[in-house]
């Protein structure tokens, strides 16, 4: 089993820049794909970006294409999602995931879940 602990989130105005990490404990992250969801109020939680184990293979969101870049460092244990050029609709709480399979855009592939970090963006 692993543990996850979000960080980095604030506020920030529009177009500014944010980075999120993932720390992980209780067991190596490169045992598992990793995937960062966010949820706003009133909205189901969605898929932002997700990371194969082995650094190279990686997926994103239609709506966060070209600004977001998730990435992992297997020695630190930590996954990070880089935000840049954010808007107001990129408020949410954001969450880490783990998967045991293969990396997915679908909530349901992901097993182990951080408690999440608010990210606040103002126009």
């Known amino acids: 089993q692993v543990q996850l602990v979000e960080s980095g989130g604030g506020l920030v105005q529009a177009g500014g820049s944010l980075r999120l990490s993932c720390a992980a404990s209780?067991?190596?992250?490169?045992?598992?794909?990793m995937g960062w969801f966010r949820q706003a109020p009133g909205k189901e939680r969605a898929f932002v970006a997700a990371i194969s184990r082995t650094v190279g293979s990686t997926s994103y969101a239609d709506s966060v294409k070209g600004r977001f870049t998730i990435s992992r460092d297997n020695a630190k244990n930590t996954v990070y999602l880089q935000m840049n050029s954010l808007k107001p609709e990129d408020t949410a709480v954001y969450y880490c995931?783990?998967?045991?399979?293969?990396?997915?855009?679908?909530?349901?592939?992901?097993?182990?879940w951080g408690q999440g970090t608010q990210v606040t963006v103002s126009s």
């Open positions: 209780g067991r190596t992250l490169r045992a598992y794909a």
């Open positions: 995931a783990a998967s045991r399979e293969g990396y997915s855009s679908s909530l349901r592939g992901y097993d182990y």
